[in-house]
Every structure is written in C-alpha cells, then in structure tokens.
C-alpha cells in the first residue's frame, strides 16, 4: 500500500507538474505575440544602424544599442566582453563583365568576404567554367593557369532542407580560391550560393588557408541569373574574356565586444544556460535574418522571463556574439573567459537560421539528454514545433566545450533563408513579425524546461 | 506453419508497399522541386493576367489560359463547366476622411466585396467606435441612427492558427453592415482582417442577408494603420464627422466557368478524386496566394504525375472553381452537375489557404478514414508536413455531399496569409517558388497513396 500511495503521489506530482509546464508555456507564447520587444528592436538594427560587419560603424553601433536595450530590462548584470575582430572592407562597388567583341555583357558581382583586391585597373582573362573543385583539379595547371575560374555548381532544389543543399555547394565560395589560386588561375566568380534565381550576388567567406599573402587571388560572387546568362555566353563565346576589378582591403584587427545580459539564477547561479546569436553581419544587407532576428530573439527570451515573472533557478545568460560571419572571434574568446573565469555552462541555445517559422531543435547531446528533450516535444506540439532531431547547433557556441554541456540551435522553416543570405535584400521587410516572435517564445520555452529539469550533469 | 508463412508473406508484402511509396512520394517531391510549372503558370496568371473577381475581364482571361495550359499536359479530357456569377465592380477610388475642423484626415480604405454604393456625392456623418456586434446591438437604434459604425476589433494575436483569429473576428465584415443597417446606421467602416500593421485595405464579402435592396448600407474596409489613427482622431474628437464615398456597382449575374482536366482512372474510372482551389479572386491585388496558388499547384499534381509516368487508378480530376469569393457558384454548379451525371466521388482536396510551406491536413471523415490518413504520417515526416488533424477542408469542395466522400484541406503555414489576404500587395513577389512546389508535392503524395489504397466506402 505504501508503495501504492507513493507512485499515485508522484503519478499526481507528474501530472501537476505537466499541467503547470502547458500553462507556463502558454503565457510564454502569449508574452511573445503581445508584449514582445524583439520586433521594434529588429526595426532599430536593421533601419536605423544597419549593416554590422565586424570592426565597422554600424557593429559598433549594434553593440552600444543592444546594451542600452538590455539596461532597460531590469536584468542583473549587463556588459561588453572585449574581443579583437578582422576589419575587411569591400571599397567601391565591383565590376565584372565579359567582353564579346566590342559588346560587354556586365554581371552582378561582389567581392567575396576576407577577398584580397583585384590591380586597381582591375584583370582581365578567358574565363572557364567548372562545376565543383574535382573539376577545376582534374584540368591541372596548364589548362587553369592565368585564367579565371567560374563556379558555377547550383544548389541542388531537391533537399528539403535548404541548409543540406547549401553545405554540399558552399566549398566553391570557401575554398574556391584557394584551389584555384594553387593551380595558378589569377581569380574566380563563385555562383550565389541561392535556390533562386535572381540578380542579387550573395557574398560570404572564401577561406585562403595557409597561402601566402602574395598568391592570394581575388574572389567575387555572382548572382545566380548572372551566372546562368555567363555559362550562356561562354557556350557560344568560350574565349571572350572577362574583366573585373575589386577594391576590397583587410585592415589590422580592432577592438571591438560580445554582448552580454544576465538574470542570475535563485537556486543556481554558478550554473549558467546562454542564449544567443551574432551581432555581426556581412556588409549587403541589414542582416536582419542573418543574424539580427538570432539576437533580438535572444534579448526576448530574457524579456519574456521578466515580463510573466519567471524567476529562473539558474543563471541565464544571453550573450550577442561578435564576428560569426569571418572569424568567430566571439564565439572563441567567449569560451576563453568562461574558462579563465571557471564557469560552469550547462546548455547554450542558439539562433542562427533566420527569423522564420520556428519548426523545431537540432540537438548536440548524448542519447540521455536528447531523449529528454525531444521528451518535451508534446509541450510543443500547439506551436507547431515538432522536429527534435540531433544535428549542428551553431557557429557562436561551437568552441564552447565545457563538461557535458548540451548545445541546441533553433531551426526555422529554410525554404525563404538563402533568399536573402548575405545578400543586400536580407532586410527588415523580409521579417514577419509573428514568425520572429514565435521563435523567441519556442526558444524561451525550451530554455524554461531546461532550467526546470536540468541538462547534462545536473540530471 | 501455413498461418505464419501467410503472416510473413503478408508482412514482405507491407514492407514491400511502404518501401515502394517512399519511394513514389521522393520522385513526386523531385519532380516538384526540380521540374514544376506551378511558379511559372502563377507568373502568368498574377502578372500577365492579374486579379480575377468573377464576371471581370481578368477572370475571363484565366479561364481560358489554364484551359489552354491544361491541353498541354497530355490528360485525357479537359472542358469548361458553365456557371452564373454575380459581377460586382468596384468603381472609382474609395474616399474617407475626418473632418476635424478644416483639417482632413485621410484614411486608407475600399469598399467591401458586394456592398452598394455611397449616393454620387457621398455621405458624411458622426462616426461611432464599437468592438463587436453586441456593442453595436447594445447601443440601440436611438445611439446608431444616422451615423456611421466603425467595428474596431483586431485579430487576436494570441491565436497560433491565424485562421482561428480570422474566424473570430470577421463577423464584423461579414455581418456589420447587415446588423448595423437594421438600427438605422447610415454606413459601416470596418478595420480590415489583417494581424499586421499596414497601409492596405483588405476587401471581402459583406452579406446583405435578407435586407431589401433600398435599405442597405454601403461598406468599406480601412486599414490597420487606419483604424488605430481613426480610433485616436476619435478620442480626442469624438463628435468629428466622417466623410465617406465609394461607387462600386451590382450587375445582373454573367457567365463564366468552371476549368476541369481529368486523367482518367485505368482500374476505377467511375470513382473520382478531385484536386482544386478556385480561380477568381478578389480584385485588388493579384490574387496569388488567394487562390492562384491553390489553382496552380492543383494543375501542378496532374503534371506531377505526367512527369513521373504515374496512371492513376481512379480518375484523377482537377477543378479550378470559379466564384468562391462572392458566391461559392461554382462549387455548387460542379456538385450540381456532378448528381445530375450521376458521378461517384470518393475524394476531394482543396488548396485555398496560400502557397506557403505546407503543414499538413485538415481532414473531414469518419473515424475510421481519418485514421488511415493520419496512418500515413510517417511516410510525410521526410517533408516536415505533420499535422494530420480533423477540421474544416475547403469552401468549394464544401457543397459536395456525394456519399462517404472524403474530403481534405491543405495547411501550409498560416503566420503570413492574412498580411496579404484580400488586399493590394497579395501579389507574384509575395511567394516562394519552394513553399509553392512543396505544397504542390503535398497534395500530389496525398492523392497517390489515396489512389493507392482506396478511401470512404472503398475501404
């Protein structure tokens, strides 16, 4: 009898316990779609500072607004965390066209992030076309040697998963020139890495690796009817050449800061759950998806906290990375102070996948602990959450390594996102409102049950 | 022994078949993504033709081009089916402003979908701010009489679903002018159905009910933004007229058509399975999501299994209706002349909620049919379409009433319809050619695996 009673206390315990997890998560949903800040705050990012390269005006901007914004929350502690970032800046507009008699045909084109400058006159060249980097090595030096390489592999439409299309073609805009820079072509044109086809060119970080500064070659993207009509006109011109000139420069590295805005836990403060996303931007747009709707979302979870309450057991911590986009310097330090500090994290959340329809989590956790979140998954099924699968979390919090620490990222809906990746229409307008909140509240309840629960050691 | 060998044989059997449907539905996403004509024809019906509101030129036009589209596909018959529409025309640009001393403010607005004219000069008057039918009703004809009702209540933002928040709200556009005609209101302003705020009036079907012609009051919409302003001007002026004008016009009813292809079915002709959204549209914007989409991904499930050299087992019938905006003619002449041919349809899906990425269903069956959808879930998860659920299917698939049909409604995402629909920038650029083609996969996998395995009475 006595062990009757105690598993109908603990059955009752249960069922109070996932009755009053629904009601919370409900006010967190209802928090988000009628008291949420993140949208106006977005608005601020993207129409009032815009781009936030890293080492730029407007990073330095986002930093100063985004600590103001988290003053104004009530939290425990608010502040900067110094870190030394790239400053790449691309110059004056590109040019590129191809030379057909005494016709030029001009493309779309932007220099790809970390590219080192074309002559100030600019190249000129025959241009070949490749579709992956075996191909561009299976042509040897005599064939690549003094050209311009164009890559031109598109992103397979048949993943449903944009993200597994992007990660099978992005090689030719990461190491691209590199390879071809080895084999003594004198600069590429990378195909926007798009589904869609339009004139917007789509830069990001070619990867030089070990080359020396001077056998760098210059990079540029082209947008994707750009390289549609180029592999066109090479078809009917094979030797007309291509001219194209880019004025991009590094600088030496500035100072520059990670975000950072704290409620200190009531019953563990040295147990410390982040949330977060990057400040920085690539330079076309606003980046409002990339990653301005990851940080307002990240400010909201704590917004969301304070405004039904909620009073968390552990510390949580949201923390706006500096330089995802080319270098991690954020990510990076922020895990070398954690260590100097001795901090104990127990879970980072991340959002980086644009302010879409939030769809689910992938989970980096061993089999315990995933199965103890995708254990919550009823709890989530009203919003229309219902992926929990293990996968990548994210950039900012991958070098975060503390013991059995459990890494998730939010994963929006992905058909729209390489619309706008790094590209100049990744802009406010091209953010719903109540898809960016909905992901906040998705994220805030995540975040609710895990400081609930436990994760990793503490369960 | 022979019972187990019957068992096992039963299960290869099983395994066999779900094997061979993955399979089928991969090819029918492939085909798809990879080679739809969907977003094409969607072009051409938005921008070539652009809006189509039954009996107007535009909706003409599209009867005859996705007529012409569908005699391309190879399907054994395509024809026109003869229904009567209303012709409602909305006339001159919509004028409303305040009058606040001699300051005017205008406001955004246009005329609801059926409601009468303004006289010629238009009609001024004290305007009165009500949040629902009962605050109307509880004012009394002495407060009403001779002023003009402005309903006020937003969509609840609270609602996951956005329908749900539509279908809360909209009796205020749907019957305002009605009720508050019968308590001697001069006219009605309605805040548009749409969670956004914005410049754009949304339009829609006001219904008149039984009110003779002469005592009907004139509708218009006005937008968000307007109605936040309107309600403020109010407060602070609350005796400020009103002036109202709008010429729209009733016409005595036309002839149009609903467009009908068919395959037809190689073991079960005689049992039909109809896809389809409804071809008219209001007439501001282009009617893309509203129901372009629906109509081009229903052709697109013929072409799909064109493509991947799919024979149906039961005739395959796609149904582009004609008039569910103001009238649902169309659906009920197609059930009309579906008795009077004596036609057996044992299913029917409708794609009238916007070219978004899909969810899943709303099912209306019986248990034991519901269930053998829902059954299929898994073979869907690949796709992230996970809400099989029973609910409302379509407005033009509605009026079929043959026996033990089924019927399904496609549920793409719901966060963005209601910033588009019935409004100006319901256009081309507002869809995704992804969140298109998947929602055209959707549907064609749904068919396949109910031409498959029978549905209704055929269980």
Redesign the interface.
Known sequence: MKKLTCLLLLNSLFVFAQVNDEQKIKEI??SA??NAKCYPWLDDLSNKIGSRLSGSTGAEKAVLYTKAQLETLGLDKVYLQEVMVPKWVRGEKEVGYLQIGKQKITFPICALGGSVATPKKGLQAAIIEVNSLEELIALGTEKVKGKIIFFNRPMN??F?E?FKAYGSCVDQRSSGAREAGKLGAIAVIVRSMN??LDDFPHTGATNYGETPKEQRIPAAAISTNGAELLSKSLKKNPNAPFYFKQSCQTFDDVLSYNVIGEITGSEHPERIMIVGGHLDSWDLGDGSHDDGAGCVQSMEVLNIFKNIGYKPKNTIRVVLFMNEENGVRGGKEYEIQSNKNKENHIFALESDSGGF?P?GFTIEADERNFNKIAGWATLFE???V??FVKGHSGVDIGPLKSNHIVKVGLQP?S??YF?YHHAANDTFDAV????LE?GAATMAALMYLIDQYGIGENL
């Open positions: 949903y209802k779609l009628t439409p048949e449903i944009t589904l869609r329809s769809r009203p919003y229309f219902h992926k809906d058909q729209r619309d719903n409102k109540r898809e909905l």
